[in-house]
């Protein structure tokens, strides 16, 4: 007699997607960061102390990439990259606070 696995497959598990999108070292740091409004790459080393530019450049790419954060380039002099929470990353805020309240 064979079973069925009734059970989705962990791939197929939304909870599961959002905290790969999240993971990482300096993934939820930078989130966190990016609730007062948007980031600079420069501001993000000096305020996560160990960081350095191949990582923090990783995360932010693979934000980008995910839809949480956007990329917005300021022709302002200096010229510089600002990086904003997408409508996408605000829906996650909840989430977060809902974590933080069962610390």
């Known amino acids: 007699m ?3 696995n009734t059970e989705a497959p ?3 598990c939304p909870a599961e997607g959002l905290l790969k999108q999240l ?3 300096w993934k939820p740091q ?3 960061l990016s609730l007062s409004g948007p980031v600079r790459f420069s501001s993000l080393l000096r305020q996560l102390p160990g960081s350095n ?3 923090v450049s990783t995360a932010l790419k693979e934000m980008e990439e995910t839809g949480i954060l956007t990329k917005t380039i ?3 002099k200096p010229l510089h990259i600002e990086y904003f929470l997408t409508e996408k990353g605000k829906k996650i805020i909840p989430l ?3 974590l933080e ?3």
């Open 10 to 12: 962990i791939e197929s």
């Open 74 to 76: 300021v022709k302002l």
């Open 53 to 55: 530019k191949q990582s």
């Open 30 to 32: 930078i989130f966190r």
């Open 23 to 25: 993971s990482g070292k």
């Open 96 to 98: 977060f606070e809902q």
């Open 101 to 103: 309240s069962l610390l």
């Open 2 to 4: 064979t079973t069925q």
